[in-house]
């Protein structure tokens, strides 16, 4: 049975990458007079003519010439300083998506029936035939020998392919067309709309999330912390992260994952952002005055009662993401001390970098001017930050190198809520992570599989509580444990901080 699932699985992905290649793209006039606003029409017309009528046999050559007929227009722009005429419009993808022609597009179903399912269906045969194995002694045997889990040969090849995704989904996203147009049937019965870059990504963030969440659940069945957690993390993924907001899209409301919050959500003050809020109505102002609320009071309140691992262990999508997909990569974190300083440095510096840019949006938002002090511009803070953080660390860098250096590597060194929660934590928390060092027998499991690069066994063989601020609780610690050395407590204020 191992054999047919991993069989399903890798038929299933070859057949999903090929699909790339599918199709042929015929640009149409019609299809250019559809897609195209009336105002750059005329821009493009002109660079476009060549195009009109002739078949590409796939969507990389018939989307570049699109980009670099926008790319030529919008450097024009640049060179006379007229920002606000530049196209952003990503008419590559939907040029793409409306000129496509051949067996995908007109079986849009396909990719669910010869893609999705064999995947899905095989990494569940693959679980079930695991967990015949998954005693509380064995559920992590072999992970430094497995050429998936040790920074081996699999390891890097599944890292390189999430590396590759993320920097195509950002950046080339019409060379993604194929796979978007099998989601145009659940997209319009979930927002009303065709599916978008976006829309391709929550729903395969979200099926990463539940599938790799049931191996969670299979591998820890018999602790009941974990088996609450991990169902936690894919409710709120699936209904909160996912559902919700293309639903309230449907009603033509404000979209909105309600679980998100500054600074994590860098944007949420930017002015495009608010505006929307405002003009959502009731709604809309709900929404903004809901975000303000859950970083300013929600999560004072209850990182005192809970620690970080209300968010990040239960709540949070990058978390949750971590907890599932990332599970088999958590022994690659860096225990050393030397991790441990530039994992301090970066994660505070991105804090103060995402609190310096929200006080200038609003400082532009409210004075009208994008440059403070004469020579600081608003709009670069906002370009710099969402290129470097918002897109290369947290997406790139925080998932891709998942097989390569742990499953936390954004939580760890770049979420500037978690550092956020961890000063909280640190000063000012009933949490934490109680050791009985008389029972230790310096096995190292708790170390080993630590996910935040903490050095847990050191804190059991003096017998202190953990307490860092980096801690999220995810109590795969206490769950490896061979002695029940380590405890999950809420009680008492932290004594013996440290970070």
């Given amino acids: 049975m191992k054999n047919t699932s991993i069989a399903l699985i890798v038929t299933g992905f070859t057949i999903w990458v090929s699909v790339l290649f599918g199709n042929r793209f015929v640009l149409t006039e019609s299809i250019f007079i559809e897609n195209v606003s009336k105002e750059h029409q005329l821009l493009l017309r002109p660079l476009l003519k060549d195009m009109?009528?002739?078949?590409?046999?796939?969507?990389?050559?018939?989307?570049?010439?699109?980009?670099?007929?926008?790319?030529?227009?919008?450097?024009?722009?640049?060179?006379?300083?007229?920002?606000?005429?530049?196209?952003?419009?990503?008419?590559?993808?939907?040029?793409?998506?409306?000129?496509?022609?051949?067996?995908?597009?007109?079986?849009?179903?396909?990719q669910w029936y010869l893609c999705f399912l064999p995947i899905v269906l095989g990494a569940l045969l693959l679980f079930y035939t695991e967990v015949k194995e998954m005693t509380s002694s064995r559920r992590n045997t072999n992970i430094f020998r497995h050429p998936a889990t040790s920074q081996k040969w699999l390891g890097i090849g599944i890292g390189s392919f999430l590396i590759t995704f993320y920097i195509i989904l950002y950046f080339f996203p019409h060379f993604l067309t194929n796979w978007i147009l099998g989601l145009d049937a659940l997209s319009l019965i979930l927002n009303g709309g065709k599916a978008s870059q976006w829309f391709l990504y929550g729903f395969l963030y979200t099926v990463a999330v539940v599938v790799m969440g049931i191996r969670m659940i299979l591998k820890y069945r018999d602790n009941r912390y974990q088996l609450v957690r991990t169902s936690s993390v894919i409710f709120f993924q699936l209904c909160i992260a996912f559902l919700l907001p293309e639903l309230l899209s449907k009603f033509q409301l404000p979209s909105a994952d309600l679980k998100n919050m500054w600074p994590l959500d860098y944007s949420f003050f930017f002015d495009y952002r608010i505006d929307q809020k405002i003009q959502g109505g009731t709604f809309g102002i709900f929404l903004f005055v809901w975000g303000i609320a859950l970083f300013v009071i929600g999560v004072p309140i209850l990182t005192y009662m809970y620690g970080k691992r209300w968010y990040c262990s239960w709540v949070c999508g990058c978390g949750g993401l971590a907890e599932t997909l990332g599970d088999p990569f958590?022994?690659?974190?860096?225990?050393?001390?030397?991790?441990?300083?530039?994992e301090r440095y970066f994660i505070y510096f991105i804090l103060v970098f995402v609190t310096l840019m929200t006080a200038g949006v609003l400082y532009s938002y409210i004075t009208g001017s994008s440059i403070i002090a004469g020579f600081i511009s608003v709009e670069n803070m906002k370009y710099y930050y969402g290129f470097l953080v918002g897109s290369i660390f947290s997406g790139v860098i925080g998932t891709g190198f998942y097989p390569l250096m742990g499953n936390r590597v954004w939580c760890r060194f770049g979420c500037p809520l978690a550092a956020y929660m961890g000063i909280i934590q640190r000063f000012?928390?009933?949490?934490?992570?109680?050791?009985?060092g008389g029972q230790c027998i310096s096995c190292g499991n708790c170390s080993t599989y630590c996910e935040q690069g903490i050095d847990v066994r050191a804190y059991?063989?003096?017998?202190?509580?953990?307490?860092?601020?980096?801690?999220?609780?995810?109590?795969?610690?206490?769950?490896?444990?061979?002695?029940?050395?380590?405890?999950?407590e809420n009680s008492g204020e932290m004594a013996g901080k440290s970070l």
């Fill in 52 to 110: 009109i009528g002739r078949e590409y046999g796939e969507i990389f050559s018939f989307s570049t010439r699109i980009r670099q007929a926008i790319t030529e227009i919008n450097t024009g722009f640049d060179a006379t300083q007229s920002w606000d005429k530049k196209i952003y419009t990503k008419y590559e993808l939907e040029l793409g998506k409306a000129s496509a022609q051949g067996f995908w597009k007109d079986n849009p179903m396909a």
């Fill in 330 to 342: 958590r022994q690659l974190s860096d225990k050393s001390i030397k991790a441990w300083k530039v």
């Fill in 428 to 436: 000012k928390s009933r949490y934490r992570i109680t050791t009985n």
């Fill in 460 to 488: 059991a063989q003096k017998g202190q509580d953990i307490v860092r601020a980096s801690c999220v609780g995810c109590g795969i610690c206490s769950a490896v444990c061979p002695r029940g050395v380590l405890k999950l």
